[in-house]
């Protein structure tokens, strides 16, 4: 079956290290994005790519960085320098880079700062 | 930047009530798409529907219903007959562009 696949479902990280959240899909999509998910104030986009090798910040970008160097990859990374990252993450995807035809989602990472 | 508003932040009800999700947009394009996602216990978002801005009409999906006017800006989600299964966060979403933008959510309690 097609879909996104994210990774690990929970990540505890401790302070001032770099964590790997994945994000992987098989839908042959376009366009992937980050999304952030605090209580209250549902998804803001964090990064998105609508080609390879290309991404764009998102409305949040602050502390986090990815990589695109393959169709079905797009792994974002949570650096020291993000001083909040406990949240939701979700992954999701898109035929082409418009809006037009919305997103499949993946089951998203939960992160904690321990 | 042109926001959804949900400001229903949560809303409970009994099995078998109807229930209306309410959902208004910001938008200074001519064309953009309108969203309504599931989100259970679980995580994932769930599509339920997408409307372009040149269709009005209304529709209907089983239990679900949509009614969405541009002269109000509104994009409103119904529930019929509510069960405990439809528990869950619900997003509306604006695409415009190459992005969507999400509302905060609105969280359906379902109680027996």
């Known amino acids: 079956d097609g879909g996104i696949t994210q990774s690990p479902k929970y990540l505890f990280r401790k302070e001032g290290q770099n964590v790997t959240l994945s994000c992987e899909q098989n839908l042959n999509h376009d366009a992937m994005y980050w999304y952030r998910q605090d209580p209250g104030q549902g998804l803001r986009l964090i990064y998105y790519s609508q080609i390879v090798n290309d991404f764009q910040k998102g409305d949040i970008a602050e502390g986090y960085s990815v990589s695109r160097e393959k169709k079905e990859s797009f792994p974002l990374t949570v650096t020291s320098a993000q001083k909040n990252p406990t949240a939701f993450y979700l992954c999701?995807?898109?035929?082409?880079?418009?809006?037009?035809?919305?997103?499949?989602f993946g089951s998203g990472t939960r992160l904690t700062v321990v | 930047a042109q926001k959804v508003t949900q400001a229903q932040t949560e809303i409970s009800v009994v099995e078998k009530e109807d229930v209306t999700l309410d959902c208004v947009y910001e938008?200074?394009?001519?064309?953009?798409?309108l969203f309504w996602y599931k989100q259970p216990p679980s995580g994932e978002l769930v599509f339920l529907i997408r409307r372009n801005s040149f269709d009005e009409q209304n529709e209907i999906s089983g239990r679900y219903s949509w009614n969405f006017q541009k002269s109000t800006s509104s994009f409103n989600f119904t529930i019929t007959a509510s069960q405990v299964v439809d528990s869950a966060v619900y997003f509306c979403?604006?695409?415009?562009?190459?992005?969507?933008?999400f509302g905060t959510g609105t969280q359906l309690k379902v109680e027996l």
């Open positions: 938008t200074r394009d001519t064309t953009y798409y």
């Open positions: 979403a604006r695409g415009g562009g190459n992005k969507l933008t």
């Open positions: 999701a995807s898109s035929p082409t880079g418009t809006a037009q035809g919305g997103y499949t």
